[in-house]
Structure formats: C-alpha cells, structure tokens
C-alpha cells in the first residue's frame, strides 16, 4: 500500500479489510436460526419461525445499505490516519455485533413479555451503529481532513446531510419500541426497504 | 471506485462484497453438521450423518454455480445503479439463506414425518434464489440498461435464456417434492452436475 | 473478467473467490471447540481440551499448505473451463468439510472407543482431498490444457510429482489409524511442519 | 502473482488471505454470544450479559490492531519465502485462536472462582499472539532479508521497537491476572485504546 506525501495510509486494503467484515456479518446472520426439531409437525415449526426470517431480511437490507453507505464514504476519502482507522474498527464492531440482537428479536418477538425489549436493543443497535457512521464520516470530511483533492464539496455536504437520516429514524424507531415491538421493526423495515426507491435524495446526489 | 460518465457506480467493490457473501455462505453449511456424541458407535454415527453429507454437497455446488452466474453476469454488466444494487443485496439474501433449508433437510430426509417438507422447503429456497436472479438479469440486461457497451446482444440474449432452466427445473422439483422427497433432492443434485458436462449450452454460450 | 481468444475465462476472480474460501473454512476451525462449563475447574477444563487445540493446529496448518498449493497452482494456469471450475469447486467443497472432521477427532482422541474412528476419519478427509488436488490439477496440467504460455515444461513437472506426496502420506496415515490414532494424527501434523523446511523439494522448485 | 528474480513470490495474495482470515476472526466473535432464554427478564438478562459485551469489544479492538499492524508489515515487506509463509500461517493460527478464550472470559469474568483462569488465558493468548509477531517480524526484518529495496532502515528499526510492547505489555496482564481478573482485562484494554491516541510513537513512525 502506498503512502502520500502527507504521510497518510491509502484506503486499498482498508476498504477489502472492511468489506470483509460486512460481507461476514451478513451471511452469519442465518446462523442465529435454529433448525425445528419435530418431525410431526415440521411445516408448522418452519412456518413459525416467520420473526427469525423477519429478523434476518431487516437485518440484512440494513447491513447492506450500511455497506453502500461505506463503500460511498470511500469514493471521497482519499487517505486514512490512526484516529480514522480506530473509529472505523469501532464502526465494524458495531456491524458485526447486529447477528446478536437480530437473534434476540426473532426469538422474543413473539413473546408477549420480552417483545418490547427486543424491539428497543434491535433499533437501538442500529441507533448506536447509525450515529458511530456519523462520527466516522465528520472526522474524514471536517475541514476535509481525509477528503481526496478530487472530491466536490457538494459531494461531501450531500453525505454529510444524508447521513443525519439514519441516527433521528432509528431513534424514533427505539423509542417506539417502548410502545410497539411491531411498529419499531417496520419503521426499520420502511428504512432499508426506502433506499430502493429511486426518486430518493440518495440517487440525486450520485446523478 | 471510478463512476462513469452517467452517473453509475463501477462494479468492482460491488463483486468482491458479493464474493464474500457467497464464499461464506459456502463454507458455513459444514456449521450445519453437529458431531455425533457415542463413542461406542462412532462409524456407526458417522455413517448415518449420511444424508447431511449429501445435502452439504448438494448446496455447496448449487452455491458454486450461482457463483459462477454471478460471475458471468458481471463480465456483461459495466455499471450500477441503486435498484441494482438493492436486488443484487435481494439476491445475497437469499443464498446466505441457503445454510438453512441445508440443515433442515439434512436433519429431516430419514424422517418419515418431516421428509417431504424438508425436501419441499429446500428446493423451494432454490427455486425463489433462482426466481430472484432472473428479475436481477433482466432488470440489468432490459434494454441493456445496465449491460457495457462492448458486451454483444448475442451474449446477453444467451445468458437470458440460459436463466430460464433454474426456476422451472426448481419449481419441478418443488412439487415433486410433495411426493417424492428423494426424487426431488436429486433432481437438485442433477442439476448441478449438469453444468460440469461439457457440451451443454453454456460453454457455447462462451466459446 | 477478462476473456481470452480460446473462450476461457481468466483467472482473477476464481482465485479470489477460493481463497475466501480457504479463509473462512480456516478460521471456522475455533468455532468447534467449546468453551467449558465448571467454573470451579477451569483450568483443568481448559487443559483437558488439548486434543482439540492439537486438532485445530493439524487442521490449521494442513489448510494453510492447501491454500500455498492452490496459490502455486494458479501461478502456472493462465485461464480457465467449466470442468475446471467444477473441480476446483469440489476441491473447495473438500477443504470446506475440513472443520467438521477436526471436531470429531477433538472431541473423541481421548476416548478408548471413538478414537481410532475419529483419526481414520480425520486423515480419510485429507487423502480425500489430497486426491482431489490431483484430479484438479491434472486436468489443468494435462496436455498443458490450460497451462499459462509463459509457464515451463520443468515448473509444471515439479508441482506433477511434488502433489503425489499427499494422497500417499495421507493413505498411510488413514491406514495407520486403524491400529494407533495417535500415530495417524502425528503422520498429519508432521507432513504439514515438513512444509516448514527450508531443504525440501518445494523451495527447490521455487528457485 | 508475479515471482521475483530471486525466486520470492510477491505478497499479493498472501496479503488478501490473511486479511481474510482478520476479517473473519472478528467478526465470529459475536458467535460465542448465546442469546437469553427468559422473556420476562429479557431486559435484565441482556445487561447481565455485559462481560460478554466487554470480552468483545476488548478482543475486537485487539484483532483490529493486530490487523493493522500486520498492514504495516506488508507496507516494508516486498517478497516471501517458504518459512516466511510458514511464520505467517502460524500468525494467523493464534489469530483465529482468539474467540475461544473470548467467549471463556465472557461466561466466567463474573464467576468467583472461574475469574482469575479465565483472564489468564485471555492475556495469555495475547502473549503468545505478540511473541509469534514478533518472530514472524524479526524472520523478515533481520538482515532486511524480505524487506523491499525501497523500505529505510529508519522505518524497519521503528516495527521492530514498536513491536516489543506487545509481549512485555500482555506478559504483565497475564501474570497481573493471576492476582485481580479485572485489572488483567484493564491493561489489555488500555493498550487496544492507546492506539487511537494521535501523539504515540506510532503515528510518528508513518510521518
């Protein structure tokens, strides 16, 4: 990997690295879904399983969104330090942490006393994960620290913007929680399944 | 990651997340597999995980060949767009799926009860992958609005019709399966051996 | 990827794709060792584990050697066929299998019964594989069928004879392990520190 | 990848491997999580599993330093021998190793009498994690028989010095967890979070 004249790492293998953890965290998510044992009566045993797959296709969009969401951060970052680099493990700590509550919520979700819980650590995780990619992406791009020469400010303020959608949905989505498991995942849901649309401001700024 | 001209992302780093994905869903369906526990019986228990096995091999090499799908289809596709990517993340979704429907089977095909669900259940989540990566081609390959310019209209249209076999030989198998949990997993394996035979119409497609 | 005159696809990606392979089937190896249950007895727990940690080790170093010939391997092949994909996917599909061999034989190495099962089936993977190998690179090496031009008659030879030493070492060691398992798990452990060697053939053929 | 006139393979591949082994290794870490089975005190549960978060995150941090460190390596090593790959191999072995006494350390951290084995092992597997980086190091850097024409001497004497915290660092944890479990896990976290400091020698070395 070549170093600048600044003295500042490229991003070569720090984005495989990290794409590494993403795609990992991704495909572990099944692994959280244990198989039925009744043999009598396994269609319905497959059937009620629905929250886990729930579970798994929210938790999935939305760790594949975060990747986009990454992989856009390195079009315009241009080098890395030592204090990006933490806070990008910190980020990928907290991706490769949503196997666990995505897990809880397919087993509690159910439940009519753990469902809360689950629902409020579910969008809480994402909450705390939205607002460390805020954190990550302020330092790079502030006073363009870590911003390629090639990047047009208006690129770096539409990210900049954007990226305050995830911490105030989430949030909303936890605190919801507290009143309703159901309306707290589908606000979620709505999240991830949004950046599919294509008249969004997202396809905009890439246009 | 260069964008072009148009506005649309290359397609690199999106290849190497898919990679990663399919290459862990691939190697998690060992995790699948639970040692035996009776040291007294041990060849005895190893030998009647036999069912295991065949499922494990059967998935890892209807994985492999989606892989070299996926493969394919980026040698024609030169730029991304944002429902590509979102279909694309569909796509993943389902194959790291697989591990799932792997471990029913293998649990369940010696199961008088639960064979034909199993076998249902796992050519089903063959036949919904293969379904997804057919709205996944054509919304690239439609018009050729994602397709490079100098990939030939010849090649597109083979991997279009190419495309076609997964869903239906998937879909037979499904509803064989309701009768015949054997005949349907081996239709699946069929299937995956036939793309090692050397004269089928896929490597025409590339000579 | 790019597509060279004969139709054969290069190489690029296959690589990559098999090495995440490799990777994960490697480090998949931690997953099968459980942690103990007695809080009172920890360190003795943790010290009674030690056929599990030697398992991993043998299992560990034995696919990292894989990984360098696999590496080796398409050092001399410049493009590729579909039976050559199929193949190098049933090598994967070997290589993958590794972790659950190596928990059985962790989990029965101390126990009378299942021992001599646990290490014929341990070394039975490898000489599996090892097979493999062979087939894999044979079809490539044959008639130099899909031999880089740049490669030499004499580097192809050496890697011909230098994989017959695995299905060999490996058959002893499988046979070996119906009379002593502990002499069939050494014979695995030491052909994979011989590979630690500086005087050995493959250097040779290196330089 | 290209071989060199003095029959070295290039770092290329080796790079991408062991990245993925990284990559992988922590992000199983959350696998040895167990999610709680009590849904009327999910809520108490989950905060009860706080050790586990702590392990993790301490294990985490670790892994993604002992990444970036090896990153540095490879920014001064220019070509690889047989033992080089060996040393190397053996590297990512501990690597992959540390889940396991992650998960230990997360069930018994809270347990009386299991406490102080369980960070023992813990630090101790950070001890020999460091010594193997540095053996694997100084097989390289002595004599600069792989380092890369361009590498100064200044930049390779600067690992070197840098490398000998680890040892002595974890080595003190270790036998620090013989007398008070919590301060062991103190000094691993500590030197984890030390590398995020802007004013370390570290950061001096890449200026």
Do not use: K
């Amino acid at each position: 990997v070549a170093v600048d004249s600044q003295g500042a790492a490229g991003t070569g293998r720090l984005e495989t690295f990290s794409d590494g953890v993403f795609a990992i965290a991704i495909t572990l998510l099944i692994l959280e879904i244990v198989p039925p044992h009744d043999p009598g009566r396994l269609a319905h045993e497959l059937l009620q399983l629905w929250p886990s797959y729930l579970a798994y296709a929210v938790s999935f969009l939305t760790i594949g969104i975060m990747w986009v969401n990454h992989h856009d951060v390195f079009r315009l970052v241009g080098r890395t330090d030592r204090l990006f680099l933490f806070l990008n493990t910190v980020l990928l700590l907290c991706i490769a942490f949503v196997p666990f509550p995505t897990a809880v919520l397919g087993d509690f979700i159910r439940s009519g006393e753990g469902r809360g819980t689950a629902a409020v650590f579910f969008a809480g995780t994402f909450t705390v994960t939205a607002i460390v990619y805020n954190v990550f992406w302020r330092y790079a791009a502030s006073g363009r620290r870590l911003i390629a020469p090639a990047a047009a400010d208006a690129d770096v303020q539409a990210v900049t913007r954007s990226y305050l959608v995830g911490p105030v949905v989430y949030a909303i989505a936890t605190a919801v929680g507290f009143a309703s498991a159901w309306a707290s995942v589908a606000i979620c849901a709505l999240l991830s399944l949004s950046y599919a649309l294509p008249a969004s401001r997202w396809l905009t700024r890439r246009s």
